[in-house]
């Protein structure tokens, strides 16, 4: 079984939103120039997608993990 990927090597204050075997999504705040709030789906093959709104990357992020709405997500 694939492990849950953590958070790529940026700065910011990371929190892991979701998480299902090779599948994350993160909430990154970062405050360097300007406070941003961004939203990254983690999925193989690609490192990451990033979003800046945080229902289009729960979409997303369904999207590839094949998520349906019933079932329990790893935090």
């Known amino acids: 079984m694939a ?11 990371w ?3 979701e998480g ?6 993160w909430r990154r705040e970062r405050q360097t120039l ?5 939203y990254y789906v ?4 690609r490192q990451s997608e990033i979003l800046y709104d945080e229902a289009k990357a729960r979409a ?3 999207e590839l993990a094949g998520v349906a709405a019933a ?3 790893i935090l």
């Open 15 to 17: 929190t892991r939103l």
């Open 60 to 62: 997303r992020y369904d």
């Open 71 to 73: 079932e329990t997500v």
């Open 3 to 13: 492990s849950i990927p953590d958070h790529p090597n940026d700065a910011g204050t």
């Open 20 to 25: 299902r075997e090779a599948f994350a999504l």
């Open 34 to 38: 300007a406070p941003v709030t961004m």
């Open 42 to 45: 983690i999925a193989p093959p």
